[in-house]
């Protein structure tokens, strides 16, 4: 004689438990680690420059920062030695001139915007170390490790006076002047005020409190790991 055995609404969820569990953990096994994205934000001097060059040979990716322009002058089909003049920054005097780059049915700043977002999010898929251009508002919902390096203004120019060989005075105008610009390009592009909401970033960190600026990438690599980023086994090569 056969048994019809009809399981419980308890035992047949416990089933669906750990059925899900195993596959969860047979998929993980399986799935490769994607590559880490850092979004990194900027003062003009405090660093970030070098600091993104630690990372990506110790994440095995590459940066981005000069790179992001080229894609967005081929993605608008807009001459990439002009798109070059737009760097991070929307100066007053330049914003006539960079609306007419832009041929599209959409008006500047959304076309731009649009080509930007796009660029930044194709990164973003690949891994790599993106360099200011909102990417930390962009990419504030995806996986990816959001850093802001900041500086003392007199400190920051002092790093430039030794990196590009003028008088310090002039270096305080560039960092001063660099660094707004990197402040309007957020507002105008995005609505966003950098020093509104500090929780925009994962961590903001300040390279005028170590002596060895090397000091600073590690932190980051620390604070990484601790948020659940993997890091890749060659690391420390």
């Known amino acids: 004689m056969t048994l019809n055995y009809t399981p419980s609404r308890e035992e047949v969820l416990i089933r669906s438990i750990i059925d899900a569990k195993f596959a969860y953990h047979k998929k993980s096994k399986n799935r490769k680690a994607s590559p880490p994205v850092v979004a990194m934000y900027r ?13 990506a040979k110790k994440l095995g990716v590459n940066v981005y920062d000069k790179e992001i322009l080229d894609s967005i002058a081929k993605a608008a089909n807009v001459d990439a030695s002009l798109m070059k003049e737009l760097d991070d920054k929307v100066r007053k005097d330049k914003s006539a001139w960079v609306r007419g780059l832009f041929t599209t049915n959409t008006a500047y700043p959304a076309s731009y915007r649009h080509h930007l977002v796009n660029v930044i999010l194709g990164i973003a898929q690949t891994g790599g170390i993106i360099m200011g251009r909102a990417a930390h508002i962009i990419l504030s919902d995806r996986k990816a490790f959001r850093v802001r390096v900041i500086g003392n203004e007199k400190c920051c120019a002092e790093r430039i006076v030794e990196r590009e060989a003028m008088s310090f005075e002039s270096a305080q105008v560039k960092v001063a002047s660099i660094n707004q610009e990197r402040i309007e390009f957020l507002r105008e592009m995005f609505g966003v005020r950098l020093n509104e909401n500090p929780s925009d970033f994962d961590l903001i960190i300040n390279t005028d409190r170590f002596d060895n600026i090397d000091v600073s990438a590690e932190i980051i690599l620390m604070a990484m790991v601790s948020m659940g980023f993997e890091l890749p086994e060659q690391s420390d090569e």
Do not use: E, Q, T, W
Request: aromatic share 8%; glycine share 24%; hydrophobic share 30%.
């Open 43 to 55: 003062d003009y001097g405090a660093g970030g420059d070098h600091i993104s060059r630690i990372l």
